[in-house]
């Protein structure tokens, strides 16, 4: 039994989505609404202490953290992380790139608390904006690279892909046109058309 306590728009949440369904490991969702701060909920802390989301139960493990996650899948089944160190080294630069740099400035609680403090002079959204404009600026300039192929290493999804798909569904949802980013519009072009990242989009999983 493998339990994914998440939320549908959380876009560390979607990562492991995606995760488990190009594994094929069928698994529980559990909803935990973030507008609702359920994730500050004592029985939520008491499995993930920093209160945040996703959280994975398997193999007698309670797991935290996506990336940790994605790794985690890896060593147990294998085919997110390309086999050579150099390739390995890539792949973790590139999700790094979006899920350490983009994603948690931009994440629910920054966004308010920009809002909050700037009394509305910076909304949430131009806050968002910009910083995901400055960060898909950097990751276009990372893919223009030899070992970018058909997806962002090579020909095969890796966990960086995993990372591409959700910041390219937050940036669209804040106005931004994606297509000015050739190599990652072309790459999202591709992930689009596969069934297990389809079946991920919050689209699919919302209450």
């Known amino acids: 039994?493998?339990?994914?306590?998440?939320?549908?728009?959380?876009?560390?949440?979607?990562?492991?989505?995606?995760?488990?369904?190009?594994?094929?490991?069928?698994?529980?969702?559990?909803?935990?609404?973030?507008?609702?701060?359920?994730?500050?909920?004592?029985?939520?802390?008491?499995?993930?202490?920093?209160?945040?989301?996703?959280?994975?139960?398997?193999?007698?493990?309670i797991l935290t953290q996506s990336l940790a996650i994605i790794e985690y899948l890896n060593d147990t089944h294998g085919g997110l992380l390309p086999v050579d160190a150099p390739g390995?080294?890539?792949?973790?630069?590139?999700?790094?790139?979006?899920?350490?740099e983009i994603a948690p400035i931009c994440n629910?609680?920054?966004?308010?608390?920009?809002?909050?403090?700037?009394?509305?002079?910076?909304?949430?959204?131009?806050?968002?904006?910009?910083?995901?404009?400055?960060?898909?600026?950097?990751?276009?300039?990372?893919?223009?690279?030899?070992?970018?192929?058909?997806?962002?290493?090579?020909d095969t999804v890796s966990m960086a892909d995993l990372c591409l798909v959700p910041q390219v569904y937050n940036a669209r949802r804040a106005g931004l046109d994606v297509t000015s980013w050739q190599t990652i519009a072309r790459i999202m072009a591709k992930l689009e058309t596969i069934p297990a990242v389809q079946a991920a989009h919050p689209d699919e999983v919302k209450p």
């Open 108 to 154: 629910l609680s920054v966004r308010n608390h920009v809002a909050s403090l700037t009394g509305g002079a910076f909304s949430a959204d131009d806050w968002q904006r910009h910083y995901m404009t400055a960060g898909l600026d950097s990751l276009e300039r990372m893919l223009d690279a030899p070992q970018t192929g058909v997806f962002c290493h090579e």
């Open 1 to 61: 039994m493998i339990t994914l306590y998440d939320y549908w728009r959380s876009s560390a949440s979607y990562r492991v989505r995606i995760a488990l369904n190009l594994l094929r490991l069928p698994y529980t969702a559990v909803p935990v609404n973030l507008l609702e701060r359920a994730q500050k909920a004592p029985a939520h802390l008491a499995r993930n202490p920093q209160g945040l989301v996703p959280t994975l139960e398997i193999d007698g493990s």
């Open 88 to 100: 390995r080294a890539r792949v973790r630069a590139l999700s790094h790139a979006v899920a350490m």
